[in-house]
């Protein structure tokens, strides 16, 4: 007769730990009977004495399993060594005679018969990531990426691959961050998808990809139609190449500054034709793009005639964004310049804080905040948050103490244009950014 395994005291540590996990999750998720009515405030099952003062009346909470019977479920199968759990087994236990005619009882399933800890390789000699060893010579491992050895090799030499294997060193996650819009308009996207994939491939550690910026709002499209091509072919060829790296991109969408107000978003929606709300939500809907960052940077100026200022129009995008249940498809985040554009006083700082970080990440409409720290114009006037060389000012001191929310705040970061070198710039970046997206050529 063939019956159901005995508990060994190696399963019985496990099967314990897994029952306290239950437990805590138990506990845990015991807060969240919402939407259970709760008649009587004097229910025994009540828990709405938890809830904050400001819940919604419509939300209620019951306990699935007061604390003292999730105390009684764990006593009852951990006591006595976890005797009742020992003697615990499924009911109605499959029984299977060897000996029946017709029965075939080898045993020819794969592996070795014994117990393994989590995270043990499968096969000998695949530990710390390397090809196992394969008994017929056959080959048993592929690299999921589309990049070779010698490509990612060639990729950390270059400039952008130093500056990645030095952000790598920070406490900031790293993006690599490049434009293929220009690339794709000139026929060159394999090519320049192949480079920027294997600098992201060659650096472990890497979240994602931006691989593009100003989308619809720069001159480099002028029809709907070929932004959807462009989107849709980059993002086919990056996903083929580095399979399970983010991809994200960067636009703006004007006509959600408007609100509810209907002359401004004909004007508006007039004057940037590309920028269509209902075709950016789309591109997240069918999956092209893991995050989304819209510009702020028009808010201060492009409603002056409709009396809308930054703030109102800030608040505005906030709730069409979340209409539109943008972030069900992708993390959408909001990107600002403000902060680099002028020297900003003590007092315009906090303001700025107030109006283009917090009021974004607690309307809810964006999970992260990047700003721009640096940037060089044409004629080489250079704009930066921190003083020259890093010296100390009022906006950096000010950004430097919010790290409650460093990890979703992000820059970018050219390493082509340092203020003293990588490795001091990107230190100091790491003290108030999460995240930092590198720009490579």
Known sequence: MVHMPTITPWKLGAMRQRLRQLLVIGLALSFLGVGVPAWSEDDPRSCNDLLSSDTPAFVVCTWMATPEEAADIARFWLNNDGENMKEAGPLNAPEVDCTDPGTDCTHDSEGDGEAHDVGDPDVEGAEDGGKPECQNGEECYTDPTGITAEEKTAAQQTPAGQAAQTAAQTTMRLWIETELADDYKAGKLAEAAKKIAALAAAQPGVVGIRFTSQLGYNQTFARAEELDEFVTEATAALRGLVPGKKLAAHTLVPVF???????????????????????????????????????????????????????E??????????????????????????????????????????DRIAAPLQDDAAETVTLWTRWQNDQGQVSRVYGEKWAANATWDQLKKLGSVRARLATVYDPASPEVDVATDLKNLSEVFGQVYLHAA
């Not at 920028?275 to 201060?300: E, T, V, Y």
């Open 257 to 311: 500054g408007c609100g509810a107000n209907d002359a401004c978003k004909a004007e508006i929606a007039k004057k940037y034709p590309l920028l269509d709300p209902d075709r950016i939500g789309a591109w997240l809907a069918k999956g092209h793009i893991d995050q989304l960052a819209l510009d702020s940077g028009h808010f201060a100026t492009e409603y002056a005639t409709w009396k809308i200022d930054a703030a």
């Open 313 to 354: 129009a800030q608040r505005n995008q906030s709730i069409q964004v979340r209409a539109r249940a943008w972030d069900a498809y992708a993390q959408i985040a909001v990107e600002d310049a403000i902060f680099a554009a002028a020297p900003l006083t003590e007092e315009q700082t906090a303001k700025a804080i107030t």
